[in-house]
């Protein structure tokens, strides 16, 4: 049997989780911050690319619209902000997932070549991510491609890459770089 006063702790208890459910952030920006050994980089990459063609077909759409834009206002909005969402997300995969959590500090004693590789790579992906919000040229988008060619050559090691041109859908390969933590 339950007390008066344990009914009402159990139920302060309640609204205190639905009220913090509610408050929080209702966003998740990254992957998994709690190191659950989860992790899916091929993935990722593939996502990149996924971004970078969405972020292309915006350029091309706005650019066409964009000949006569009284007419096409509405849709001109829709592809900037398609278009600028993409770029963003590009930047939050590379920050949220691969730099807080994928690329190690301690890698820069170990390989520092290689790590200022891949920073360097992410960097580069930032930076071109931005300025393809910020215009239509498509040259961003070449730029893109190339870093995020870049990062993955950087990234994963040669026999990695090798598995994964003989089975593109084995994207677990980072799972064993966790195997320490």
Request: hydrophobic content about 40%.
């Amino acid at each position: 049997m339950t007390t008066k006063g344990s009914k009402r702790g159990i139920t302060l208890f309640a609204v205190a989780v639905a009220a913090a459910a509610v408050l929080a952030p209702t966003a998740a920006l990254a992957h998994c911050q709690i190191p659950c050994g989860i992790y899916d980089d091929e993935m990722r990459f593939r996502m990149l690319e996924e971004h970078i063609t969405t972020i292309e077909k915006s350029m091309n759409e706005i650019n066409s619209l964009s000949e006569d834009p009284s007419a096409n206002a509405n849709q001109l909005a829709r592809w900037v902000m398609n278009k600028e969402n993409h770029a963003d997300a590009m930047a939050e995969i590379v920050t949220e997932y691969f730099l807080r959590q994928r690329i190690k500090p301690g890698e820069v004693e170990t390989d520092h070549m290689g790590w200022m590789g891949k920073v360097t790579a992410c960097h580069n992906i930032l930076v071109s991510s931005m300025k393809a919000k910020q215009t239509t040229d498509l040259q961003h988008v070449a730029d893109l491609r190339e870093h995020v060619a870049a990062f993955r050559k950087a990234y994963f090691s040669e026999d990695e890459a090798r598995q994964l041109e003989e089975n593109p859908w084995h994207s677990h390969l980072g799972d064993s770089k966790d195997a320490a933590e």
